[in-house]
């Protein structure tokens, strides 16, 4: 009996057969073979939804591995295409607002595939928001319309909100809203337009309520500045007063900074003005004061 370390063992070694491949274990290598290579093919990638300022784009779509290719095609919206096999090609002529695109590839196994991309273009020559210019009411009128600018188109956004004081705005998103429930002394109103990468900008308005017909910084007695006579329709400002930056709304706090020509030295002939009440604006000396007077025909 031998150990297993006899080295005097003797082994017979058997030949290797070779046997050739039938075709249909040829076929199946070759599926087998092929499987992962297919299995790792990309669909189309149309590339990330965007926001610009501006109406150009370069598309940022993935490429087919050769001989694959691709197509732009667009949905909706409107704007042009420098190539539109190019997957990196470059968009312009955007129509401000969302445009959809679709690229549709075929890769090398002859797999076709589509994606799609939003890109939204937002206008860089909208004028920044402005709230209008400040306006003085008095009871018991107490809501004026709003003056806000630009006048908003999609995508762009723009609201008004309230900074101080108190009201209620009809509708925020409406650039000329009304102004209602507005309570004694300043009321501030902000509008803000939201345009997307070409940034935002807001402006505020001072709405002021007044309570009473004249108000003055100083003792000095209102009627002694200037004054309204019903019987003539002439507003009279003393002669020789110090009046500057003097300024005459309307009960809605719309300006009535062009005046009827001139009546006489510190005379103003109303008799062509809407009936109503309005409020003169002035600095006298140095001091600011309102003046309430009523038009009657």
Known sequence: MHSFLDRSRSFVKTPIR???????????????FLTPTLAMAQPAYAGPDVMVCGDEYDMQANTPAPPGNGVWTLISGCGFLMDDTDPNTHLYGLCPGSSTWRWSTVDAGGVQSSSV????????????????????????????PLQGSPDPNPPMLCT????????????????????????????????????????????EVNI??????????????????????????????????????????????????????????????????PMGLYLLRATVGGSSHVYRFVVEQ
């Open 160 to 203: 008004w909100t309230i900074v101080s004081g108190s009201g209620i705005i009809a509708n925020p998103y409406d650039p000329n809203t009304m102004a209602t429930g507005l309570t004694v002394g300043d009321n501030v109103f902000r509008w803000t337009c939201d345009n997307g990468p070409c940034g935002t900008t807001s402006d």
């Open 117 to 144: 991309v939003e890109v939204i273009s937002f206008d860089p020559n909208v004028p920044p928001a402005n709230a209008g210019p400040d306006v003085t009411i008095a009871l018991p009128n107490n809501s004026v």
């Open 18 to 32: 070779m046997i050739p491949f039938s075709p249909s274990l040829r076929l199946l290598l070759s599926v087998a």
């Open 208 to 273: 002021q309520l007044m309570l009473v017909s004249g108000i003055g910084t100083t003792g000095t007695e209102i009627s002694k500045l200037f004054h309204y006579e019903p019987s003539t329709q002439q507003l009279v400002i003393t002669d020789g007063a110090p009046i500057t930056d003097m300024m005459i709304v309307d009960a809605l706090g719309r300006s009535m900074t062009q005046l009827p020509s001139s009546a006489g030295t510190g005379t103003w002939d109303l008799s062509a003005w």
